[in-house]
């Protein structure tokens, strides 16, 4: 099976008048259609930038990323990527947030419009589709954050802390919500987290970052023996524990 994303021994420094930081030093792994990877790793590590590179916004010092079998320049890939905040516009209803993307990229069609209508209606938007920001929780939010992603279907999905500004309650509820919307499109996805029960919670695999400079420490594969395999039912899986404790080890085994 081809990758949709490989990465093939990346290098990445910071420069400055102050000298180099070396952020990422010779880091591999790959990404199967339709896989959810979770990336841990010490704050500070370089998380975010490993997103930026895969985004194409940093171009790495050395190493090869492929998307979909080609160099990352010359792919033609659509890659989605949500960050920290829903950056949703006040001045902007809900729906025309959602279609921003498509005006931009001028993608908006007839077509592209019902789609946007069927996802609001399928996620439980559709009745704010005139609606404000403001007049919206802050899951609802990060729903249509999501969708807004989602409508420009994406071949691979970057989630860099995206519900790190909610508080816990929220964030158990949405992360099961986009979670579950996120395997249901049948999306690959990287999830960056600092919380490690939110990267268990949705994830095929963990991938345990070094201290910087960043590089792979462990791969975790995830499996659980439930009949309805959710986020949220995950946290209460004998499991969880288990790979919570391994996760853990491996983050302090230096210390």
């Not at 081809?2 to 930081?21: A, F, P």
């Not at 802050?138 to 420009?152: S, Y």
């Not at 395997?183 to 690959?188: I, L, N, W, Y």
């Amino acid at each position: 099976m081809e990758h949709v994303l490989e990465l093939k021994n990346i290098s990445h420094s910071y420069h400055n008048t102050e000298g180099e930081t070396p952020a990422l030093k010779e880091l591999s792994f790959f990404l199967k259609k339709g896989e959810f990877i979770s990336i841990v790793g010490p704050s500070g590590c370089g998380k975010s930038t490993l997103l930026s590179l895969i985004a194409g916004l940093l171009i790495p010092e050395s190493g090869t990323i492929l998307i979909n079998g080609k160099q990352l320049k010359e792919s033609t890939t659509n890659i989605g990527y949500m960050l920290q905040r829903d950056h949703l516009f006040e001045w902007r209803t809900i729906y025309n947030n959602v279609i921003l993307g498509l005006e931009i990229q001028h993608m908006l069609t007839a077509r592209t419009r019902r789609k946007a209508h069927q996802l609001l209606e399928q996620y439980g938007l559709e009745s704010f589709a005139n609606a404000r920001p403001s007049e919206l929780s802050g899951g609802m939010r990060q729903r249509a954050a999501l969708i807004r992603t989602l409508v420009l279907e994406p071949d691979l999905l970057l989630l860099d802390e995206p519900f790190s500004a909610l508080d816990y309650q929220t964030r158990l509820t949405v992360g099961d919500d986009i979670g579950q919307i996120i395997k249901k499109e049948q999306k690959t996805a990287i999830l960056v987290t600092h919380d490690l029960s939110e990267a268990i919670s949705p994830g095929d695999r963990v991938i345990v970052l070094s201290e910087r400079p960043a590089t792979v420490q462990q791969t975790i594969p995830l499996s659980f023996s439930l009949e309805e395999d959710t986020p949220l039912h995950r946290r209460n899986a004998p499991e969880f524990k288990t790979y919570f404790n391994l996760i853990w080890k491996e983050l302090n085994r230096n210390e």
